[in-house]
DNA sequence: TGTGCGTTGATTCG
DNA sequence: CGAATCAACGCACA
């Protein structure tokens, strides 16, 4: 049988050779393969992207670009709107087979509803794999009675019912179909993975971590080594105050699919079956990957999951809105050295512990500043090498007891909870240097060390290093009472309304224009 | 309607 | 260092 046909094989997320059965099935059977990734504005446009995260998603590329190279393929980077992109291109290659990984973001789903349609219109056959995550969201709901589980525990109940996640499928074959010699435009249109000078970033990626299909099986070889580290992992025995992360950072590599979930789920369980006796989810490892299928699974059939207002699950709750706090917070100079370390960490390496992140969310929400989770989901968002859609914002309504966590009065002290981990203050030290000499006893509470040894310390509190923007004694009282009016507003579907016509989203709008009128003030 | 539980709080007491 | 207490939430399930 002669090879005939062409296929295009759309890289998005899933950015990895090994369990990737889109590419299996658009390799199979054709004279020609074209790997394209888009380079797709709509992730830019509402804010610019940190470089350490656009980095990442280079280096990914990159690796595989070379990966697809050595087996006499290669990469092709398309700049663009993809609905705009995609059309032309499988026109002028002669395309007749499209094939990628289901992505369950809203603005996915809407972009490749209107890329089926054009395919159709175009006679381009379309086919699609579910490979992202261990479960389908729609057949966990089917499982649910046709509910979406919105618990941890209803979710486990859920997929207990459904069959285990499907194995890996086989890696990539040695040999990919070549793209077309003459491919009108694919050299000039694709002209490889962009440098970050290209794309108007000045500033060099700060981050340790680094992206790619490749490094991510090496850190996973890695993480699983210790087996016996493996079976004993207990989330929350992990410390966030660790300078070597206390846990795996496979996170950004499952965020892009460098790293595929089943195959990651697939070597724990072989691994728990090995040690007979191991930790259970929700604190395993398993668990973690649960977590992540959780957050995705409700998140899709949650409408608005991402907004406050229009989001069923979503508590009303009438935020502040201070561009002041926010931007303290944002830039990491609250006042409170283990808040601000956080967000150093988290401007540096693109990433932080899980409970580094509850205690700087806490800290933005309902425990001190009281400002939207909506502002910090849109910090993380744009910092994290690992921010994911769905549990970005599904933690950060769990973190501000929006939706799924309602025990508002346990609030993470941002004085305490660092202590617990790190009494000498060695992770505040790292990445605040300026209070490198301030003495151990005062370093979560540096206002409270005596005129003396601020001066010593060369560390004036107000001056090199800022005084707290709040008092977290007072002001986390004041909080609970706040929240409580909140949770008992939102018993009536009435009041819940009128917090949510009240609430005015052009001045949380406004909260992230500041940046932009700083910048013109600047250049004045 | 009552009860127990919920990945990861802080403080105090023994 | 573990347990009780603080003040007290919503949800699942009986």
């Given at each position: 049988?002669?090879?005939?046909?062409?296929?295009?094989?759309?890289?998005?997320?899933?950015?990895?050779?090994?369990?990737?059965?889109?590419?299996?099935?658009?390799?199979?059977?054709?004279?020609?393969?074209?790997?394209?990734?888009?380079?797709?504005?709509?992730?830019?446009?509402?804010?610019?992207?940190?470089?350490?995260?656009?980095?990442?998603?280079?280096?990914?590329?990159?690796?595989?670009h070379?990966?697809?190279?050595?087996?006499?393929?290669?990469?092709?980077?398309?700049?663009?709107?993809?609905?705009?992109?995609?059309?032309?291109?499988?026109?002028?290659?002669?395309?007749?087979?499209?094939?990628?990984?289901?992505?369950?973001?809203?603005y996915?789903?809407?972009?490749?509803?209107?890329?089926?349609?054009?395919?159709?219109?175009?006679?381009?056959?379309?086919?699609?794999?579910?490979?992202?995550?261990?479960?389908?969201?729609?057949?966990?709901?089917?499982?649910?009675?046709?509910?979406?589980?919105?618990t941890?525990?209803?979710?486990?109940?859920?997929?207990?019912?459904?069959?285990?996640?499907?194995s890996?499928?086989?890696?990539?074959?040695?040999?990919?179909?070549?793209i077309?010699?003459?491919?009108?435009?694919?050299?000039?249109?694709?002209?490889?993975v962009?440098?970050?000078?290209?794309?108007?970033?000045?500033?060099?990626?700060?981050?340790?971590?680094?992206?790619?299909?490749?490094?991510?099986?090496?850190?996973?070889?890695?993480?699983?080594e210790?087996?016996?580290?493996?079976?004993?992992?207990?989330?929350?025995?992990?410390?966030?105050?660790?300078?070597?992360?206390?846990?795996?950072?496979?996170?950004?590599?499952?965020?892009?699919?460098?790293?595929?979930?089943?195959?990651?789920?697939?070597?724990?369980?072989?691994?728990?079956?090995e040690?007979?006796?191991?930790?259970?989810?929700?604190?395993?490892?398993?668990?973690?990957?649960?977590?992540?299928?959780?957050?995705?699974?409700?998140?899709?059939?949650?409408?608005?999951?991402?907004?406050?207002?229009?989001?069923?699950?979503?508590?009303?709750?009438?935020?502040?809105?201070?561009?002041?706090?926010?931007?303290?917070?944002?830039?990491?100079?609250?006042?409170y050295?283990?808040?601000?370390?956080?967000?150093?960490?988290?401007?540096?390496?693109g990433?932080m512990?899980?409970?580094?992140?509850?205690?700087v969310?806490?800290?933005?929400?309902?425990?001190?500043?009281?400002?939207?989770?909506?502002?910090?989901?849109?910090?993380?968002?744009?910092?994290?090498?690992?921010?994911?859609?769905?549990?970005?914002?599904?933690?950060?309504?769990?973190?501000?007891?929006?939706?799924?966590?309602?025990?508002f009065?346990?609030?993470?002290?941002?004085?305490?909870?660092?202590?617990?981990?790190?009494?000498?203050?060695?992770?505040?030290?790292?990445?605040?240097?300026?209070?490198?000499?301030?003495?151990?006893?005062?370093i979560?509470?540096?206002?409270?060390?005596?005129?003396?040894?601020?001066?010593?310390?060369?560390?004036?509190?107000?001056?090199?290093y800022?005084?707290?923007?709040?008092?977290?004694?007072?002001?986390?009282?004041?909080?609970?009472?706040?929240?409580k009016?909140?949770?008992?507003?939102?018993?009536?579907?009435?009041?819940?309304?009128?917090?949510?016509?009240?609430?005015?989203e052009?001045?949380?709008?406004?909260?992230?224009?500041?940046?932009?009128?700083?910048?013109?003030?600047?250049?004045?």
């Amino acid at each position: 049988m002669t090879k005939k046909g062409r296929s295009l094989l759309w890289f998005r997320k899933g950015l990895r050779l090994h369990d990737n059965p889109a590419l299996l099935e658009a390799a199979k059977d054709v004279e020609h393969l074209f790997p394209v990734f888009c380079i797709d504005p709509h992730f830019y446009e509402k804010q610019p992207i940190g470089v350490n995260r656009i980095n990442f998603l280079f280096e990914s590329l990159a690796d595989l670009h070379e990966s697809l190279s050595a087996r006499g393929s290669r990469l092709l980077v398309l700049r663009g709107d993809p609905k705009q992109i995609l059309p032309q291109v499988w026109k002028d290659w002669g395309v007749t087979k499209l094939c990628y990984e289901q992505d369950t973001e809203p603005y996915a789903l809407e972009r490749d509803n209107e890329i089926g349609e054009l395919a159709k219109k175009a006679k381009v056959e379309v086919k699609t794999f579910l490979s992202h995550t261990l479960y389908d969201p729609v057949e966990v709901k089917k499982a649910h009675g046709g509910k979406t589980p919105e618990t941890y525990k209803a979710f486990q109940s859920a997929v207990a019912k459904m069959p285990p996640p499907p194995s890996p499928v086989r890696d990539a074959p040695e040999k990919l179909p070549t793209i077309a010699p003459k491919a009108k435009g694919a050299e000039e249109k694709a002209t490889g993975v962009p440098t970050l000078a290209e794309v108007g970033y000045t500033d060099k990626p700060t981050t340790s971590f680094h992206g790619g299909e490749t490094k991510a099986l090496a850190r996973l070889t890695k993480s699983l080594e210790d087996k016996e580290w493996v079976v004993q992992f207990e989330k929350p025995k992990t410390s966030p105050a660790a300078l070597e992360p206390s846990t795996t950072v496979l996170s950004p590599y499952m965020k892009f699919g460098c790293i595929s979930a089943r195959l990651f789920y697939a070597k724990l369980v072989q691994i728990e079956k090995e040690k007979k006796k191991h930790t259970s989810p929700p604190t395993s490892l398993v668990g973690q990957l649960l977590w992540r299928d959780f957050f995705y699974t409700v998140g899709y059939h949650t409408p608005n999951f991402h907004h406050m207002l229009g989001n069923p699950l979503c508590k009303q709750i009438q935020w502040d809105v201070d561009p002041v706090l926010y931007k303290a917070w944002d830039e990491g100079r609250t006042g409170y050295p283990w808040i601000d370390a956080i967000m150093v960490q988290l401007q540096q390496q693109g990433w932080m512990h899980h409970l580094a992140r509850h205690s700087v969310a806490c800290f933005l929400t309902r425990g001190d500043l009281y400002v939207s989770w909506t502002l910090g989901r849109d910090t993380f968002d744009r910092l994290l090498i690992d921010g994911d859609h769905f549990v970005n914002n599904g933690n950060w309504m769990w973190l501000s007891a929006s939706a799924f966590f309602s025990q508002f009065f346990r609030v993470y002290s941002p004085i305490t909870f660092g202590k617990k981990y790190d009494k000498q203050g060695k992770f505040i030290k790292h990445f605040l240097p300026v209070l490198k000499d301030m003495p151990d006893k005062y370093i979560y509470e540096p206002w409270t060390a005596p005129e003396e040894v601020q001066k010593k310390a060369k560390c004036i509190i107000g001056k090199d290093y800022p005084k707290p923007v709040v008092e977290h004694a007072t002001k986390h009282k004041d909080n609970l009472n706040r929240m409580k009016s909140a949770y008992d507003a939102n018993k009536s579907p009435q009041k819940r309304k009128e917090i949510s016509d009240g609430f005015d989203e052009m001045a949380r709008a406004e909260v992230l224009d500041m940046e932009a009128d700083d910048d013109e003030d600047e250049e004045k």
